[in-house]
C-alpha cells in the first residue's frame, strides 16, 4: 500500500504537466528507428502511449519491417492497400522508402528520428554486430578495422550495412556513395522535407523534452529507462576490444563521412530548436524529467532500476532480447507491487 500511494503522490507533483494541451494530442505518429541510437528506449514510450489510447500499430508481419530492404508497405501486419485501414504509430525497423511509407500512413503523420555521433555509433555497433556484419567479424578490434577498413569491407556482403555510415543506410541512402558537399547536403534537404524533429542520442532527456512539445504529450509519456544497455563484461566470451585512439576517432569520422554531415549538421538544427524553446526552460523541465524517472525507479524497479543481467530478471517476458557476445541488460521489477503500481 505504501508503495502505491508513493506514486500516486509523485503523480500529483506533475498533474500541471500531465494535462497541458492535452485536447491537442499528437497520435499519428512514425519514429524512424535508426540503429543503436537508444531509439527502442523511444519506441517503448510511443508503444505505451498507443496502449493507452488504444491507437493501432503498423507492426511487420515478420521480424522486421523488410530490414534490411527498403521498406515495402505489404510488409505491414493489416495493410489492405494505400490507406486502407487506418494506423497511427510505425516503429520498426525500417530501411526509409518514403513512398511506400506514404501508403500505410495518414498524410498527416509527424515524421522524426534520432541520431548519434557515428564514433559511438560504431563502437556500439561494433560490440552488438561483431558476430552478424563481416567486416566485423574478420576484425581483432574496432581500432584494427578503423586502421584499414577496406581490408575488411565488402559492400557486397550481406550485413555489412551496419560497418559504414548506418545513419545514411536507414534514412534509405546509399551508404557506399563517396562523400562530397552536393550529395551530403541533397541527403539533409531529403530529411528535412520529411522528417519534423531530429532528436541527438547524447541529449536524450533534452531530445524527450523537444519531443513532448512537439507532440502535445504529457511529461509521464517521456518518462523512461533506457533499453539496451550493455554489460560491461560478457559470461564466457571475451568481449570485443573498443578502445580507440584520436587518430582512430578521426578515421572513424572520415569513414563514415556522410553519417559525420547528418549528425553535426541536425546538432546544430537541434541546438537552435533549444534556443527557440528557452534554455531556461528547457533545464527547468530536464530536471523535473529526471526527478519523476528517479521516483518511479524507486518505487517500480529493484535495487532503484540498477540495470540487471537478463538471467537474474524472474519475469521472461520482459527479460532483453541478446544479441552478439555483449550481454544486454534489463530491469527487475520491485517485488509485492499492487496491480496497479505494477500495470503502471
Known sequence: MKTSLTLRTSCSLFFSLAVEKRSKLQKIVIILKTHKTASSTVLNMLYRFGEEHNLRFALPLGYQLRYPLPFNAHRVKGYRGPRATEFHIMGN?????KPEVEKVMPADTFYFSIIRDPV???????????????????????GDFVDDPNKYYDPRLCNNHYARNLLWFDFGMDNNANFSVELAQHGEAMIRQTFRLILVSEYFDESMILLRHA???????????SLNARAGRSQGKMLPNLSLTDR????????????????????????????KFGRAQMEQE???????????????????????????IRDKNIRPFQSGVVKILGYELQPGLDNATRTA
Open 286 to 312: 530536464v530536471a523535473l524529467l529526471r526527478m519523476r524517472r528517479e521516483i518511479l525507479g524507486r518505487v517500480c524497479l529493484k535495487d532503484g532500476g540498477k540495470p540487471v543481467e537478463a538471467y537474474r
Open 120 to 142: 559511438a555509433l560504431a563502437e556500439c555497433s561494433f560490440a552488438y554486430y561483431k558476430e552478424v556484419a563481416p567486416a566485423f567479424r574478420k576484425a581483432k578490434g574496432l
Open 215 to 225: 507532440l502535445c504529450w504529457p511529461l509521464d509519456a517521456v518518462v523512461s529507462f
Open 93 to 97: 525497423h525500417m530501411r526509409f522508402n
Open 248 to 275: 582512430q576517432r578521426e578515421k572513424l569520422r572520415q569513414w563514415n563521412a556522410l553519417d559525420w554531415y547528418l549528425y553535426k549538421t541536425f546538432n546544430r538544427t537541434f541546438w537552435e530548436d533549444i534556443d
